[in-house]
């Protein structure tokens, strides 16, 4: 199992970013997919989980502000994140879903994002 996300970067507050997600070495189209961060010296937390049928759940401070969504042919997530604030500053990884503070594979490299002015 291998992902790769990528288009993070340094965006000022209020503006937009997408990154993406590319998984492989599973059937990606029958997995829930997700998005997790770790902002540094914080542990992992959930931003966005899509369901196999494309249902959508959003912690409450990607509410309004993120959208997920995946691409099934192209084994590609992405996250739509507009209206940035300095506390989302993190790396952005995809995964499965968390159970806990499990995940179900390995993690990638992740995607860092620094929102600043």
């Known amino acids: 199992v291998q992902f790769v996300e990528s288009g993070g970067g340094l965006v000022q507050p209020g503006g937009s970013l997408r990154l993406s997600c590319i998984a492989s070495?599973?059937?990606?189209?029958?997995?829930?997919m997700a998005w997790h961060r770790q902002a540094p010296g914080k542990q992992h937390e959930s931003v966005a989980v899509?369901?196999?049928?494309?249902?959508?759940h959003y912690a409450e401070f990607a509410k309004g502000r993120f959208t997920i969504s995946r691409d099934n042919a192209e084994n590609t997530i992405y996250l739509q994140m507009n209206s940035v604030k300095p506390e989302d500053t993190a790396t952005y990884y995809c995964?499965?879903?968390?159970?806990?503070?499990?995940?179900?594979?390995?993690w990638g490299q992740g995607s860092r994002v620094t929102v600043s002015a």
């Open positions: 995964n499965g879903p968390s159970n806990g503070r499990l995940v179900p594979f390995p």
């Open positions: 899509i369901d196999s049928s494309g249902n959508t």
């Open positions: 070495g599973f059937p990606f189209s029958a997995y829930a």
